[in-house]
């Protein structure tokens, strides 16, 4: 499940941490993020018992010079005491499920590092399909890393929740 952040969650989202999640130590939010949609965002993620686990935010890419060409990416981080419960794969769900319905994008993406296993199996779990390789997209721990971008359309979310 997802929710808006509050201030209470900042702790949360804050620190250190290792693996494909590590571009550095993460800053202190000094605030909540928005949960516009229209804007560069996020939403928590919430373990059985609502306890904020983690967040799935976005950030909005353009294929082409109009409106109709831009599209969210969104990209997710879960504590490690979260992570392998399936709860990676229905945030990113329920995250592509909020632009369909509440915006009028055709395209959803997804980014990820091409040795992150775990989350290409939630994104393709999620409906997302891969695209390609990004190649040298990712600066990260002192290297530039190749990606897998992964994507689902608006007609693809329609036949896969049917």
Known sequence: MLRPLTEADLSVLTGDDDGFDYFGPRPSRQSVPPSDLNEQGAFGVLDGGGEVVGDVSWVWQRWGPNVQSR???IGIWLSPRARGQGLGTAAQREMVDLFFRHTAVNRVEA??????????RALEKAGFTREGTTRGAQWRDGSYRDGHLYSILRSDWHSSSD
């Open 111 to 120: 980014h990820t590092d091409v040795e992150n296993l775990a989350e290409q």
């Open 71 to 73: 599209n969210p990416m």
